[in-house]
């Protein structure tokens, strides 16, 4: 279900906030996947765009959201195989999204008022053939003074879904002017361009 909730305005403490609309603070159309698009896929476009969830379109229209956990659960469950599953599997499609024409405040009091309201960072903006044009951060229609987001991105740490699968592989060392491995020693400057030693 995808819902974009009007809520009843309230009084604010500046006028500012009320003019404002949400695409005075939102992102221009920051990615996506398809519903069709594999875990593997998916994790490489939310990797690329350090976008975490990533919404999820069907024909043009957001059907969801992915998150980095829920790819998670799934490889732990699967292993690194579930990376071949369909996005539609696994997003989430409960998703709360604002409209560009809506007011910073309502969608604001939209969010705090969700079931979901801890666990959003971002919500979709969509038009009104439920199409997707931005993002826009939660702290964005709080305004400033609020709390700032964690800058940190979950999948900062993750480069493929590869990653997510633990193959306890040995580390490897490098020496500290980057070169490769840090278990071999430099030849001696005598020993260098010589054949055979002496």
Not at 27 to 38: C, E, F, K, N, Q
Not at 117 to 130: F, K, N, T, W
Request: charged share 25%.
């Amino acid at each position: 279900m995808v819902a974009c909730p009007n809520t009843p305005n309230r009084q604010l403490p500046t006028e500012a906030r009320w003019t404002m609309q949400v695409k005075d603070v939102m992102m221009a159309i920051a990615g996506h996947v398809d519903v069709d698009t594999s875990l593997r896929d998916a994790t490489a476009t939310m990797k690329s765009l350090r976008l975490d969830p990533i919404p999820v379109l069907d024909d043009g229209r957001i059907v969801g959201l992915l998150a980095q956990l829920d790819i998670l659960d799934v490889v732990s469950r699967d292993g690194v195989a579930g990376g071949m599953r369909p996005v539609r599997d696994v997003m989430t499609s409960d998703v709360l999204c604002c409209r560009p024409d809506q007011s910073v405040t309502e969608a604001a009091e939209a969010v705090d008022a969700s079931a979901q309201a801890d666990s959003i960072e971002r919500l979709p903006v969509i038009d009104e053939q439920r199409r997707l044009v931005g993002l826009v951060l939660r702290s964005a229609l709080r305004g400033p003074g609020s709390e700032p987001d964690d800058e940190s991105v979950a999948t900062d740490a993750i480069g493929s879904i590869d990653d997510l699968a633990d193959f306890r592989a040995d580390p490897v060392q490098y020496m500290s002017d980057g070169s490769f491995p840090a278990s071999d020693p430099p030849p001696s400057p005598s020993t260098l361009g010589r054949a055979g030693g002496d």
